[in-house]
């Protein structure tokens, strides 16, 4: 069965700081992975995701997530973190070689960005 | 721009009442999804569906229907509300790509549901 391990549930980084969300998932196959990000009291919203090619992707707000198939992670980052990036950060899984594609999540990680 | 729109923000129901949830979207998309968000859970998928008037049930169904009439809505039915299941009601739709695999899901504002 796929699952998404969010190991910590809150991050603090500083302003100007390099942030890391960390995420480390299980999928019989190869995976699709997905970063969502959701502000208080709204829905998700898509930010980046890795399906095949480059293990560095790049996404929305300045985001991006290293692919490691050898450690099956898939931490988010950002070089210079900003106060506005204080929300819930949700990692995804999809496995390709199932009938219809379940995305699982994890359970979150709330990042806390401090000016 | 892509839109998932949720018909309520904040309800509040009694025990035992029967409640809708609707869900629309405007990109016209196969797949419309159902999650519970709690918090320390995460997302757990209620119920999904890939066409018109199908269904299939997610990892959590117990206490919930659905209703796909048409394409772009897809209603969440609690048949009779109880107070465990006050939560964070999120719909989300997706479409296939070229290798018949869902795209990435686009997530409606969700439904704060309390049940006193």
């Known amino acids: 069965a796929q699952s998404v391990a969010q190991p910590e549930d809150q991050v603090n980084v500083a302003e100007g700081n390099p942030l890391t969300v960390k995420c480390t998932y299980s999928?019989?196959?190869?995976?699709?992975l997905f970063w969502y990000v959701q502000y208080p009291n709204r829905g998700l919203q898509f930010l980046l995701k890795y399906i095949t090619g480059d293990n560095l992707v790049k996404g929305s707000y300045g985001f991006e997530a290293e692919f490691n198939k050898s450690q099956t992670s898939f931490h988010l980052k950002k070089p210079s973190a900003l106060v506005s990036d204080s929300a819930l950060y949700f990692c995804?899984?999809?496995?390709?070689?199932?009938?219809?594609?379940?995305?699982?999540f994890g359970t979150g990680t709330r990042l806390l960005v401090s000016p | 721009d892509v839109k998932v729109t949720q018909s309520s923000r904040y309800l509040v129901k009694r025990t035992g009442e029967k409640v809708f949830l609707e869900c629309v979207q405007d990109m016209d998309h196969e797949n419309m999804f159902w999650y519970r968000q709690d918090p320390g859970l995460g997302l757990r998928l209620i119920y999904f569906?890939?066409?018109?008037?199908?269904?299939e049930k997610g990892d959590i169904p117990e206490g919930y229907s659905v209703s796909r009439e048409k394409k772009e809505r897809f209603s969440l039915i609690l048949e009779s509300a109880s107070t465990n299941q006050t939560s964070m009601y999120l719909c989300?739709?997706?479409?296939?790509?070229?290798?018949?695999?869902?795209?990435?899901?686009?997530f409606g504002q969700g439904t704060r549901l309390t049940v006193v």
């Open positions: 995804a899984v999809r496995a390709l070689n199932t009938g219809f594609q379940k995305l699982v």
């Open positions: 989300a739709s997706s479409n296939w790509d070229r290798a018949g695999v869902n795209t990435e899901a686009f």
């Open positions: 569906s890939y066409d018109v008037k199908m269904k």
């Open positions: 999928v019989s196959g190869n995976p699709y």
